[in-house]
C-alpha cells in the first residue's frame, strides 16, 4: 500500500463531506434559517453512514429528520432541502460525463453543448 495515495484519498473524502455541509447550510440559508457549520456538519457524517448501509444512498434523507427534530425547521422546508442537495449532486455527476465525453474521440451530438451545460451549472451555482 502506497501511504501517498491513502492520504490523498483521505484528504479528498474529508474535502467532499466538508463541501456537501457547506452547500447543504446554503440551501438551508435560503429557508431563513441560519445555523452555525457544525450541525450540516454532524448530519452530514451521519448521513453518511446512513447511506453506507442504505440502497441508494437513501441515508441523505436522514438530514431531514435531523433539521426536524434538533434544528426545528418543518418537515417540508427538510425535505425541500435535501432533496435540492441531490438535485446537485445529479447535476455535478451529469457536469463531469460531459466532461468526459467532451475528451472522447468519438463524434457525440451532446458533446457540443459541453460549454452551455457548464454556463448553466455556473449561473445556478453562483446565484
Excluded at 28 to 56: C, D, E, K, M, W
Excluded at 91 to 105: D, K, M, V
Aim: net charge positive.
Amino acid at each position: 500500500m502506497n501511504r501517498f495515495y491513502i492520504s490523498i484519498a483521505i484528504f479528498f473524502i474529508i474535502f467532499q463531506v466538508f463541501f456537501k455541509a457547506i452547500r447543504w447550510n446554503t440551501i438551508i440559508q435560503i429557508f431563513n434559517r441560519s445555523i452555525n457549520l457544525i450541525s450540516p456538519l454532524n448530519y452530514t457524517l451521519i448521513s453518511h453512514a446512513f447511506g453506507i448501509v442504505t440502497f441508494g444512498r437513501v441515508g441523505e434523507f436522514i438530514k431531514a429528520k435531523y433539521l426536524v427534530d434538533k434544528e426545528k425547521i418543518g418537515y417540508l422546508n427538510s425535505i425541500i432541502s435535501v432533496i435540492f442537495d441531490k438535485i446537485f449532486d445529479i447535476i455535478s455527476i451529469i457536469l463531469f460525463a460531459l466532461i468526459g465525453l467532451s475528451f472522447s474521440r468519438q463524434e457525440i451530438f451532446i458533446k457540443d453543448y459541453f460549454i452551455s451545460a457548464l454556463a448553466l451549472y455556473a449561473l445556478c451555482l453562483f446565484n
